[in-house]
């Protein structure tokens, strides 16, 4: 017997937290009865599970890094009929969801799965994964200003955690410099809201790292399969950091 929440997860609904929200929904029915009670125990073997009247399944685990293009939304649909994530997976049978998103207008390296648990522990803020981001603003900012990135600065919803900023590229010419940002917290627009609290508006943003996983080798709008060895040095990098904060 196991949680329903987490059999939804490992049968690719989605994330665990999400799944939780479709219990509570009302969403569910086990045994063709409606269950909105979450921490409810099943058998998958025995028991009939819907999720929306369709039975659920348990599909083979995939786990994909996608290279995000500009102008995309990081869902697996979009009411305004935009381009999503999904559009760019024709040829991936499993039904899968980005793990954590980018903004509309960022691109970069967002991964996907139908692995719920996986995609909670890395996206879980207690397990710090971090992520390194290329942020283009104009001009050059003072080293005083990406002093208070790296110390952390205040936003609406809190102060931001220490960060690692350092100039990565500077074109006089174009009078633009390059950024490049670490961070291990996941807020929402959390790099563009950080450079516009120093007032330095970021022109173009691109993730370009998360935890060791890099795009080297997919170009945009592309696609690879993780290996089996990356997927689990990401889950031994999440319980990693965890096992660090808790310590510090």
């Known amino acids: 017997m196991e949680r329903l929440q987490k059999i939804l997860a490992q049968a690719g609904i989605a994330s665990r937290r999400k799944c939780e929200e479709i219990i509570a929904a009302g969403r569910v029915t086990v045994n063709d009865e409606i269950v909105t009670e979450?921490?409810?125990k099943v058998d998958p073997?025995?028991?009939?599970?819907?999720v929306d009247g369709k039975p659920i399944r348990k599909e083979e685990n995939v786990y994909l890094l996608f290279h995000k293009p500009k102008g995309v939304i990081s869902s697996v649909k979009d009411p305004e009929g935009r381009k999503v994530v999904t559009d760019f997976l024709k040829d991936v049978k499993q039904r899968v969801f980005p793990v954590g998103r980018l903004d509309y207008d960022t691109e970069g390296l967002l991964l996907l799965t139908n692995d719920g648990e996986f995609a909670n522990?890395?996206?879980?803020?207690?397990?710090?994964?971090?992520?390194?981001?290329?942020?283009?603003?104009?001009g050059v900012p003072h080293g005083d200003l990406l002093e208070k990135l790296r110390n952390g600065v205040k936003l609406d919803d809190g102060i931001t955690a220490p960060a690692e900023?350092?100039?990565h590229d500077v074109d006089p010419e174009k009078n633009i410099s390059v950024i490049s940002v670490t961070i291990h917290e996941g807020r929402n627009r959390q790099v563009r809201r950080m450079f516009e609290a120093?007032?330095?508006p970021v022109e173009k943003l691109r993730r370009v790292q998360f935890g060791f996983l890099t795009l080297h080798?997919?170009?945009?709008?592309k696609f690879r399969h993780l290996s089996k060895e990356e997927v689990k040095e990401l889950k031994d990098l999440a319980l990693r950091s965890h096992k660090v904060h808790k310590e510090i």
């Open 45 to 50: 073997t025995t028991d009939e599970i819907t």
């Open 217 to 221: 080798g997919v170009s945009r709008g």
């Open 38 to 40: 979450l921490g409810t």
């Open 198 to 200: 120093i007032h330095t």
């Open 121 to 138: 522990l890395l996206t879980h803020p207690k397990h710090e994964i971090p992520k390194t981001y290329f942020a283009t603003v104009k």
């Open 165 to 167: 900023v350092e100039y």
